[in-house]
């Protein structure tokens, strides 16, 4: 009897695994697995959220990605997204401003970064890993995720600075103070007098400057910073501080022109004089030299000054019982008293002038001067007493060989004697401006004296 065989086919169980949609994101790994095999779930999450866990039920199974489990039954797993949060941190490579805007933002957010940059720092820029984000001080940040920016701090390169004490005017104190006092090395204050270009004061210092003015004076005030980064700046400020100084005169003359050569009476006069009322002529822009200078001459010649009007009212009282010549004569004195002193060695020579003409108001204020400073001063001086001059060109020779050219005055008063040009019909007598006489006992060098050599060529 044949034998009778049986089969039975045995089938491997198959489960499915179902997920849920979830907001935020994508998954890969749902489908059917044979019982025993390997399932892999795996999240991707959308811009602005991050993966949280795997849940099943409400129940969390993990928080893996990819998470891996062993398929022995039917499962509905769904992801869970949260919406994402990012750190954003601020640092700088120096303590120079006040900052605003770290945090924590949600993903795709907007920060809104600013910085009050300090006084003394300039502010170069936001970076992100080494990258320039903006020079700007305000800007909008979009957070993508986890990031430090880094602000970027300079040194301000300014020497400026603030000079108060001025308006009280001298005698004073000026304080002349920095601006800014950030990342200085060394600083180094100069001060140069306006007027004869020299410098007065020179000082490496910590701080500010304080400088003692005795008098009123025209200065530029200089300050030079090295700073901590190798760079340097320097500041400049002109300062004038008016103040009054007494300028006092005294010289000797005669009561009468024929008492010869003898000075029998002396005289003093004390000008009090603003600083700024010769400061004012100093910096004039008449022509100081040459052509332009003697094309100027009318200039020079200040008798509306009030100043110059008021001393020859001075001179004028002192010589109240006088005659014209001997008010003349007096005047003529007073101006020969005044020290000489070529160009080369006063103030315009200082200030790079060889030759260097003045008003008559430098001449009183500085207390020196040459042949046309003297001259142009007495002029100044007899047109505001109402006297008829003129100035006159002179040219010197020693030992018959011509020698330089000069300037004198010619007056027409009456009684006069001596050496005299005519103009236009009128005797000017030569007064010789420069005459060492002025503070001597005995002296010749009255109107109508000329120095021997000495000859008249014309007038200005």
Not at 199 to 215: I, K, N
Not at 248 to 253: A, G, L, P, Q, V
């Amino acid at each position: 009897m044949a034998g009778v065989f049986a089969t039975a086919e045995l089938t491997t169980p198959q489960f499915t695994v179902t997920l849920e949609d979830s907001e935020g994101g994508t998954v890969l790994g749902e489908g059917t697995y044979r019982h025993g095999s390997t399932v892999t779930l795996e999240a991707s999450s959308e811009l602005g959220y991050v993966f949280s866990c795997w849940t099943d039920g409400g129940d969390m199974l993990s928080c893996e990605n990819p998470y891996t489990f062993i398929a022995e039954e039917d499962r509905v797993i769904e992801p869970v997204f949260t919406a994402a949060s990012f750190s954003l941190s601020l640092s700088s490579n120096m303590d120079g401003g006040m900052v605003s805007g770290d945090g924590v933002y949600p993903a795709g957010a907007s920060a809104a970064l600013s910085v009050d940059v300090n006084d003394g720092y300039v502010f170069n820029g936001w970076y992100c890993d080494g990258d320039l984000i903006s020079p700007c001080p305000v800007i909008s940040y979009t957070v993508t995720g986890d990031s430090e920016i880094r602000l970027e701090y300079g040194i301000l390169h300014d020497a400026s600075f603030t000079v108060t004490g001025i308006s009280a005017g001298a005698p004073c104190t000026l304080l002349a103070e920095p601006v800014y006092d950030i990342g200085i090395s060394k600083r180094t204050w100069t001060v140069k007098d306006l007027v004869t270009e020299r410098t007065v004061y020179s000082s490496t210092s910590d701080g500010s400057l304080r400088y003692q003015m005795a008098s009123g004076s025209a200065l530029k005030i200089s300050h030079r910073v090295e700073y901590t980064d190798g760079q340097r700046s320097t500041a400049s400020e002109e300062v004038i501080v008016d103040g009054i100084t007494v300028k006092t005169f005294e010289w000797r003359y005669q009561q009468g022109i024929g008492s010869g050569d003898y000075n029998d009476r002396s005289g003093k006069i004390d000008l009090h004089l603003s600083f700024s009322w010769y400061y004012g002529y100093v910096t004039d822009d008449v022509p100081r030299s040459g052509a332009g200078a003697k094309n100027s001459v009318d200039r020079y010649v200040t008798d509306t000054d009030p100043c110059i009007a008021d001393l020859a009212r001075q001179l004028c009282r002192l010589t109240g019982d006088m005659s014209d010549l001997e008010r003349i004569n007096c005047t003529l004195k007073f101006v020969q008293s005044i020290e000489y002193r070529y160009d080369k060695d006063s103030e315009g020579a200082a200030r790079g002038d060889s030759e260097y003409w003045k008003y008559p108001a430098e001449t009183l204020w500085e207390m020196h001067g040459d042949c046309e400073d003297h001259a142009m001063l007495f002029s100044a001086l007899l047109r505001a007493m109402d006297y008829d001059d003129v100035l006159l060109k002179v040219h010197c020779y020693k030992d018959g060989r011509f020698a330089g050219a000069h300037m004198a005055t010619g007056v027409n008063v009456e009684g006069a004697t001596g050496t005299f040009y005519s103009v236009d019909g009128k005797d000017y007598y030569y007064c010789e401006t420069t005459a060492d006489a002025g503070k001597n006992l005995i002296s010749s060098a009255n109107v109508g004296y000329i120095p021997e050599e000495y000859r008249i060529m014309g007038t200005y």
